[in-house]
């Protein structure tokens, strides 16, 4: 086997920017609708014994409205109208029927939907025979 000689040919790499707001960023990262309803739920909270009672049900039976779409409905409205008091927050001019569906995404987030709640024993996530693990 023959050796040869290597050559090194390196070309010189694209120096950095060499102020931060030349740099651009390849994957754009806005905050999205779910981040400001996890904004006002986490605002919300601590302040509204109403609003965490209506999180509060697994059950239609023990929901507050006895609905557990209709305590959704009315824990969006509630997001809304703290939404409105929130500078360049868009949330308060949704749907409630979007905020809906993006609170369930929060909940999700901290593990906390309504169905994780429903199928835990002592902390520990339970699933249901035929359950495909997914959670709402």
Same mark, same amino acid.
């Given at each position: 086997?023959?050796?040869?000689?290597?050559?090194?040919?390196?070309?010189?790499?694209?120096?950095?920017?060499? +102020?931060?707001?030349?740099?651009?960023?390849?994957?754009?990262?806005?905050?999205?609708?779910?981040?400001?309803?996890?904004?006002?739920?986490?605002?919300?909270?601590?302040?509204?014994?109403?609003? +965490? +009672?209506?999180?509060?049900?697994?059950?239609?039976?023990?929901?507050?409205?006895?609905?557990?779409?209709?305590?959704?409905?009315?824990?969006?409205?509630?997001?809304?109208?703290?939404?409105?008091?929130?500078?360049?927050?868009?949330?308060?001019?949704?749907?409630?029927?979007?905020?809906?569906?993006?609170?369930?995404?929060?909940? +999700?987030?901290?593990?906390?939907?309504?169905?994780?709640?429903?199928?835990?024993?002592?902390?520990?996530?339970?699933?249901?025979?035929?359950?495909?693990?997914?959670?709402?």
């Amino acid at each position: 086997m023959t050796s040869t000689p290597s050559t090194n040919i390196r070309s010189r790499p694209t120096p950095l920017p060499a +102020r931060m707001e030349e740099w651009e960023r390849k994957i754009k990262s806005e905050r999205t609708l779910n981040d400001h309803v996890e904004d006002v739920h986490v605002a919300l909270y601590d302040d509204s014994s109403e609003y +965490r +009672r209506l999180l509060e049900a697994v059950w239609d039976s023990d929901a507050v409205e006895g609905s557990l779409a209709i305590d959704n409905t009315l824990a969006a409205a509630m997001l809304r109208d703290k939404a409105k008091g929130i500078s360049g927050n868009p949330v308060g001019d949704k749907k409630l029927d979007t905020i809906v569906k993006s609170l369930t995404v929060v909940l +999700r987030r901290y593990h906390n939907s309504r169905k994780e709640r429903r199928h835990t024993v002592e902390g520990q996530f339970i699933p249901m025979p035929n359950d495909n693990g997914v959670t709402d």
